[in-house]
């Protein structure tokens, strides 16, 4: 703006004696006026167009083809990467049956649990703010190190669980080999990390509900809990939405628990059966192990349909929440 | 006035800053083009792979003495052999980011015949005159089948089965190496010898894992009989036909069932803590492996390792190749480098570092080999016992995605450990291990 000013002050006394001058200065301020917001935003879409669009493209592309390291030539082979992944591909189907599995055993008992350490996080304790930061501490933990903590933890010749299991007087549980034992070890370090991460965002919802309906609802004689469910949780609603979407997409893509739950040749097919293999560990085997690129592009598209799918079912009933009442 | 100064001078000094940041980068690329065809100095990086790496740190500073303008450096040391092998196919694939010479696993370099394109033709830089100094079968494994030199080998894996002998001698088992080689002529007898362990042994398994087991009676079996594996010749899969898989997998089955497996995961956490806990009392032992238990046992477990024969007629699991990917812009330097490594004079240096058997005759008959004894196994003459077998090799021929099936069936050995039915995981292991080779 500035140098709008400069140049129209002499311009007052000088008008004809440097029009030339005036004509670039306008058509330049034009130009900036014009192009530049777009000059401003071009960065994200930039990157977004290098990171985000264009190996989205490129993975439909190659889920379309054979393409394989292993192959001197790419041919075009249609749908039929796809035909194959849904009709006859049964460890597909298990990585599919386990994604989901884990998905519920953790996510359900993850929000409950974060709603009711928010609630009683929101009601007057002693040494508040160190609570409200010791739940969060989880999150800033990195997962290869929980996962790896855990792997000891449910080791089956030495670790700590079943080391309890013993001292109560019940055998030990090869947590690897049996399939609902794994899946229960590895929704427990998902929710360990991640239930005082939910628990914050609901606190934080929690804290803008009007404490006028607290009272009115205290005076009509609604007890605490009946206050929970007919007031926090309604009023939660949008929260709660946003907290179950972000779940299922990081529920529906587990990989680093469940990978590193064995270590040593063959982590990717989690467990000797695929007891606990889920969807993008299939899609690494598929690529790294199998070579095949154009499978595994086909995998990924699968997942993000089963995402987009899971997310709109996960709104639908969110929305019920409260609407039903 | 001063505004827009300030504002000119900005502009000035970003466009300054961004030429010189061009010419930078301009002067970047040309001294190292420079350098691939003048005699200016050239970084030659090596990829290699395994918890011990390959043994090549005195060679490389030998190398960097005798040609000043070569500087070295090396990656992976400590990577696992799948990491290393998934990585290395991307980055052959895409064309870049490759070292300058890689290592090639025996069982992965078939997979890179398809590829040869991708891989400086080693024989453009005289490895033809080299020939001789491979052993055959190994030479014939670097080669592709129409006769491009894709990598020179380094070591080989060889045979034998290498024991506690402090357990053998609570158990009541003779300890000397001759007399527990005398043991097990067969892999039959070998699990006999085992369950008599076992019933004087209540705390320690006789083998570490099914796996192990189970890769080692193959490559021997196959060595013997098919010559190949999962894949025949022609690369067809053809697991539910080859006797020789059967064969294995059915004394691995045999081996479980009598109890004596560890059930450890190979190459695991549990694994390495099965040997520094000291859990198991043999393990399947080719040449690499010496460094293995060395490396994770420890010294605390000195003197109680011992290496006999293994059952059966010789055998061989592993041994690499150095190869020089297309990508490299040094490519005669990495050739020169490569050669000198596999040089008889290079694998004597690595098997005196980690145990890696040289793939080289003159380097096998060579004293420091021949006569080498191991100092961490009891004084073993490990250069006699591995290098019995290495020479009259024959080869086993491994498939284009044989990593892949070879964990596929090792997955259901796994589940037979866990206690399912052997009989369903083979047809568990023909479905999978076809899924897998698709």
């Known amino acids: 703006m500035s140098l709008d000013l400069h140049a129209a002050a002499p311009a007052d006394g000088g008008r004809a004696a440097r029009p030339a001058h005036r004509r670039r200065g306008t058509s330049f301020t034009r130009l900036d006026l014009k192009y530049s917001p777009y000059l401003y935003i071009l960065p994200f879409f930039v990157i977004f167009a290098v990171f985000s669009a264009y190996p989205i493209a490129y993975t439909v592309w190659i889920a379309l083809t054979d393409r394989s390291p292993l192959n001197a030539t790419i041919s075009f082979v249609g749908l039929d990467n796809f035909v194959e992944l849904i009709t006859d591909d049964p460890q597909f189907w298990n990585a599919v049956v386990n994604t989901f599995g884990m998905f519920l055993l953790s996510t359900v008992p993850q929000l409950l649990m974060a709603l009711l350490l928010a609630n009683a996080l929101n009601r007057k304790l002693r040494a508040q703010t160190f609570f409200r930061m010791a739940i969060a501490m989880p999150i800033i933990t990195s997962t290869a190190v929980v996962a790896l903590i855990f792997s000891m933890i449910y080791a089956k010749d030495f670790g700590l669980v079943n080391w309890a299991l013993d001292a109560v007087g019940m055998g030990p549980i090869d947590w690897r080999a049996n399939r609902f034992a794994s899946w229960f070890a590895i929704s427990t370090m998902v929710d360990w990390r991640w239930v005082g991460y939910n628990a914050l965002i609901y606190l934080a919802a929690m804290q803008s509900i009007s404490k006028d309906m607290y009272e009115a609802a205290a005076l009509d004689g609604a007890s605490r809990r009946r206050q929970f469910w007919s007031i926090t949780v309604p009023q939660l609603r949008p929260t709660i939405i946003f907290t179950l979407i972000i779940s299922t997409i990081g529920g529906l893509q587990l990989f680093t628990e469940p990978l590193l739950f064995t270590s040593g040749a063959g982590g990717l097919s989690g467990g000797s059966e695929g007891q606990f293999q889920t969807i993008t560990m299939y899609l690494l085997d598929v690529m790294n192990q199998r070579f095949r690129w154009g499978y595994a592009g086909a995998v990924a598209l699968v997942l993000f349909v089963l995402i987009a799918l899971m997310s709109t079912v996960n709104y639908l009933l969110a929305r019920r929440i409260s609407s039903d009442k | ?438």
């Open chain 2, 1 to 438: 006035m001063s505004v827009p100064t300030r504002r000119r001078r900005f502009a000035a000094i970003a466009i300054a800053s961004v030429a010189v940041l061009a010419t930078a980068t301009a002067c970047g690329d040309d001294s190292s083009s420079d350098s691939g065809k003048s005699d200016g100095p050239v970084t030659l990086v090596v990829d290699v792979f395994g918890d011990q790496g390959f043994g090549y740190d005195e060679l490389y500073k030998q190398y960097e003495a005798d040609h000043p303008n070569v500087k070295i450096q090396e990656r992976g040391k400590g990577l696992g052999l799948g990491d290393y092998n998934t990585r290395l196919t991307q980055q052959i694939t895409a064309g870049s980011g490759a070292g300058d010479v890689v290592a090639l696993e025996e069982g992965t370099i078939v997979q890179f015949y398809a590829q040869a394109d991708k891989f400086v033709n080693l024989a453009d830089y005289g490895a033809n005159d080299l020939k001789g100094n491979f052993l055959p079968w190994k030479w014939e494994q670097g080669t592709t089948p129409d006769g491009k030199v894709l990598g020179l080998g380094t070591d080989v894996g060889s045979m034998a089965l290498c024991y506690r002998s402090d357990l053998f001698k609570a158990a009541g088992l003779p300890t000397d190496r001759e007399q527990v080689g005398a043991l097990w002529p067969t892999w039959d007898q070998f699990i006999a010898t085992g369950q008599k362990f076992a019933a004087a042994d209540k705390k320690h398994k006789f083998v570490d894992s099914a796996t192990n087991f189970y890769n080692v009676v193959l490559m021997q079996i196959a060595g013997q009989g098919t010559g190949y594996t999962y894949y025949d010749k022609s690369n067809k899969l053809v697991i539910d036909q080859n006797p020789d898989v059967k064969s294995a997998y059915d004394l691995t089955t045999k081996m479980i069932a009598a109890g004596l497996s560890n059930n450890l995961q190979s190459f695991s956490n549990e694994w390495n803590a099965g040997f520094k806990n000291g859990t198991f009392a043999t393990i399947a032992c080719p040449a690499w492996m010496t460094g293995v238990i060395k490396g994770q046992a420890g010294d605390a477990a000195a003197g109680k390792w011992d290496i006999a024969k293994a059952p059966g007629n010789g055998g061989n699991w592993g041994g690499s190749f150095l190869g020089v990917p297309k990508s490299s812009k040094h490519q005669k330097e990495a050739a020169e480098l490569a050669k000198f490594l596999t040089s008889a004079k290079g694998q004597i240096e690595a098997f005196k570092k980690v145990g890696n058997l040289p793939s080289s005759p003159q380097a096998l008959a060579d004293p420091a080999v021949a006569d080498s004894t191991n100092d961490y196994f009891s004084k073993a003459p490990v250069g006699k016992i591995f290098a019995a077998g290495a020479s009259e090799l024959k080869p086993v021929y491994l498939g284009p995605k044989n990593n892949a099936v070879r964990t596929a069936v090792e997955n259901t050995l796994r589940a037979v450990e866990q206690g399912k039915s052997a009989e369903d995981q083979w047809q568990a292991a023909l479905k999978n291990g076809a899924a897998a080779g698709k």
